[in-house]
């Protein structure tokens, strides 16, 4: 008899795409969480521009630079810097949000999560499957 | 016709005794208050069709009550409905001398 065999191999080639890939992981993640934060980050501005008196809070929307740490790699959308009379923005976006006893509240922070979300993740995905793809195809 | 549970979230903050108001007062209030308000939903799609709907929203109390008794028994309230909710914030108003106490809900159906 003779012998009978299905030999399966992946060629050195791809071996090191992948590898490249695994080194640039980092970058990768960078890359594709923009995408994602950059989403909440127009939707929440989107939001903000009913609002007469927050032109200068729809400003402050920010994007923070990119951190990594452990294995992880995050962001996070903030209301940065202070407004002409010295009050942190971000103050000023969690009475917006909240209310309190002298002014309506106007959520629009836990709205815009809500309706970016599955968007967000989209966006990153489609980001994430781009740079894959391109890697791969070099 | 049964109650729709938005109907029965309405009726359960009846039962704790205290004024609510639906999105806010037309006046100033000089004693304890609350306010309540939709602001979105959490609907469940399937090819661009609402299968299931699901409310959001604020509940908003305003008190100078430091016991803390208002808080339980508006969680007591909620709690009885079996619906999703949680405290998202609890905040003192140094000028007014509020302890202002902030949920978040969410109910299944429609308002």
């Not at chain 1, 080194?23 to 923009?34: E, M």
């Not at chain 1, 950059?38 to 521009?49: F, H, N, Y």
């Not at chain 2, 299968?51 to 709690?79: C, H, Q, V, W």
Request: aromatic share 10%; glycine share 10%.
């Amino acid at each position: 008899m003779g012998k009978r065999e299905c030999k399966f191999e992946f060629d050195g080639d791809l071996t090191a795409k992948l590898g490249g890939l695994a080194a640039n992981s980092y970058s990768i993640l960078k890359q594709t969480l923009y995408p994602g934060a950059g989403a909440l980050a127009d939707e929440i501005k989107k939001r903000l521009s009913g609002h007469k008196r927050t032109g200068d809070l729809a400003d402050s929307v920010t994007i923070v630079q990119m951190d990594q740490n452990g294995g992880k790699v995050n962001t996070a959308v903030i209301f940065a810097g202070y407004d002409e009379n010295g009050v942190p923005n971000a103050i000023k976006a969690a009475v917006l949000e909240s209310g309190s006893s002298k002014q309506k509240k106007t959520p629009f922070i836990r709205p815009a999560v809500a309706a970016v979300r599955a968007r967000s993740a989209m966006l990153m995905q489609e980001r994430l499957d781009e740079i894959i793809n391109a890697e791969m195809e070099k | 016709m049964d109650e729709t549970p938005y109907q029965a979230f309405m009726n359960a903050l009846a039962t704790t005794g205290y004024e609510f108001a639906h999105y806010g007062w037309s006046r100033a209030q000089e004693g304890d208050y609350g306010v309540y308000a939709e602001d979105g939903s959490e609907d469940f799609l399937a090819n661009d069709i609402h299968l299931e709907y699901a409310l959001t929203g604020t509940l908003d109390y305003f008190t100078r009550d430091a016991s803390g008794t208002p808080k339980t028994t508006i969680e007591t309230a909620l709690n009885s409905l079996g619906i999703a909710w949680h405290l998202n914030s609890i905040q003192f108003e140094d000028d007014t001398g509020y302890i202002h106490y902030e949920w978040i809900w969410g109910i299944y159906g429609q308002a």
